[in-house]
């Protein structure tokens, strides 16, 4: 069973998207060290 | 599951994150910078858009994963901000004093497992269950979510 099905296309952009966001998070959260 | 049960589970969703929205701005608030806003939008998110697809079959699949996900983030920056100024030291006292929240955040994660498991129970009987959603999945996420943030925290000056 398969909850989402967006192919692996999908599941690579989706996965670009969300290492790219999360990178730019731990940029962008400047609480310190 | 019985309505009573998901309408319970509904409002425990709704009364934890909207407790952490709620909580934030007295702890942190927004004069201390406009990174502040992010727990505000998180928590937004939160109470109202994974609550509203919570109520439908279709849509709790999307809403356990975007729970899961702003739960894995908190718990990231809360860690994240508790290493750097937790408890008015950082350092493993900052980050200890974060460890009360998390808790509060994998409530919050656990209720909206149930209301999807609720909705799905009848579906997955007698089907081989899918990895994504499962236990490993997420174990595999709260590892390579905050490695990537820690990366790009470092590396990127």
Known sequence: ?33 | MARGQRSALLWALVALSLGGWLMHPRLHPLSMGLVMVIPLIAASVDVVLVTLLFLRRETARIAYLLNGLLVIYGITTMAHFGLAKGAGVGGLAGLAAMVPVSFILFADFLVGKALFDGYWAQERAGVKPSSFLAPGWWLAHFILIPTVYAFGHVFWK
């Open chain 1, 1 to 33: 069973m398969q909850y989402f099905y967006i192919g692996k296309p999908g599941w690579f952009v989706l996965h670009a998207v969300a290492v790219a966001f999360t990178f730019w998070l731990g940029h962008v959260v400047g609480f310190g060290p």
